[in-house]
């Protein structure tokens, strides 16, 4: 009896242990202190801003406008002569060089009668050598002789215009160019005048842009253009800029001419550009840097220690993510370009990425 009263008041003293060490470690473990919030690092760091040097160097500015590839001599492609089409060879979209084949007409009758003249002509070939034989041995007279040469010259003068009219049975294109219509069908007939394709050369590209009027005055300033292609930008020139808008679209269009060797064709849409600025030394800043404090005006935030300064900038153009500052910087400073928009004049700065 006494051995388990002694058993009970081990396993009570046993539990009393646990539970006190328990508490006495809940009631000793340091407190950890509260996150620290983002007012407060502001307030120790600053806001946190990435910035970078004004640029300083040579300076372009481009005009990008959009239009469609167009040539400025299409051909009109007819028959010479009036037949019934046998076979169409081509289609809206090929490209052709000279002298290759569009259509073929029904030359089954022609054949019929150059076969007919070309055994015609033998005969008669065979008849002048003939009588030119009996006349060494006195049996025809020299007017027989020169009648049958004049027969035989006359036959032969028939047999080339039907290998003419043979010729003249294929369609062919004059030019390199690409079928930008096609007019006609197998078992259509064909006739001189008929217009059955039309080609458009590729010796005579030009690029058809459209452009607001308020852009106008840049345009007629322009200094250079080129086309974006498949083989990269190529160097194009201006023909002409139209002075007065389209009457219905209401917009200004601007032609380029484009080198055959482009890889342009007629019908593709592109992007054309235009130099209405070349200046030998500017000072120019991302764009993200720019900001509008005050309606009609722009500033920057200039790093200085670890504070950002906020200067009044006058802008220029702006072109592949930069803008030109004509006044308000030196071209020295270090201006903040992400996490400007947080900033506020002399506010305390913590730069990322030094």
Not at 153 to 163: F, I, N, R, T
Not at 255 to 269: A, F, N
């Amino acid at each position: 009896m006494e051995r388990r009263k002694k058993a009970v008041l081990i396993w009570v003293s046993v539990i009393i242990l646990v539970i006190g060490y328990g508490t006495w470690k809940v009631a000793t473990k340091p407190k950890q202190a509260p996150p620290t919030s983002v007012a407060t690092i502001h307030a120790q760091k600053g806001i946190p801003v990435t910035a970078e040097k004004a640029r300083r160097g040579p300076w372009e500015h481009w005009i990008s406008l959009y239009g469609t590839v167009e040539s400025s001599k299409v051909v009109q492609i007819s028959a010479d002569r009036q037949e019934y089409v046998l076979a169409v060879l081509c289609d809206v979209g090929d490209l052709l060089s000279p002298g290759d084949a569009m259509a073929i007409l029904d030359t089954r009758e022609i054949k019929e009668k150059y076969e007919a003249q070309r055994a015609k002509v033998r005969e008669l070939l065979d008849n002048y050598r003939r009588l030119q034989s009996l006349k060494k041995a006195g049996g025809a007279s020299a007017q027989e002789v020169e009648s049958a040469l004049s027969a035989y010259l006359d036959g032969e003068a028939k047999l080339k215009e039907l290998e003419i009219d043979l010729d003249r049975s294929k369609v062919s294109s004059p030019i390199e160019g690409i079928v930008m219509e096609k007019f006609v069908e197998p078992g259509d007939l064909a006739s001189p005048g008929k217009v059955l394709f039309k080609v458009a050369d590729l010796d005579s590209l030009e690029v058809h842009l459209v452009a607001s009027p308020k852009d106008a005055l840049k345009l007629a300033n322009a200094h250079a253009a080129r086309v974006n292609t498949p083989k990269g930008w190529i160097d194009a020139s201006v023909k002409r800029v139209d002075p007065v808008a389209d009457a219905q679209t209401g917009l200004l269009k601007v032609i380029l001419e484009v080198p055959s060797e482009s890889g342009l064709r007629p019908g593709e849409t592109v992007e054309g550009q235009l130099k209405d600025e070349n200046v030998a030394e500017a000072i120019y800043v991302p764009y993200e840097a720019i900001q509008r404090p005050d309606e009609g005006k722009a500033a920057v935030f200039v790093v200085s220690g670890d504070v950002a300064v906020q200067k009044e900038v006058v802008l220029g153009e702006s072109f592949n993510g930069y803008v030109r500052i004509i006044s308000g910087l030196d071209g020295d400073e270090k201006v903040v370009v992400r996490g400007s928009d947080r900033l506020y004049p002399n506010a305390k700065i913590w730069l990322q990425g030094e």
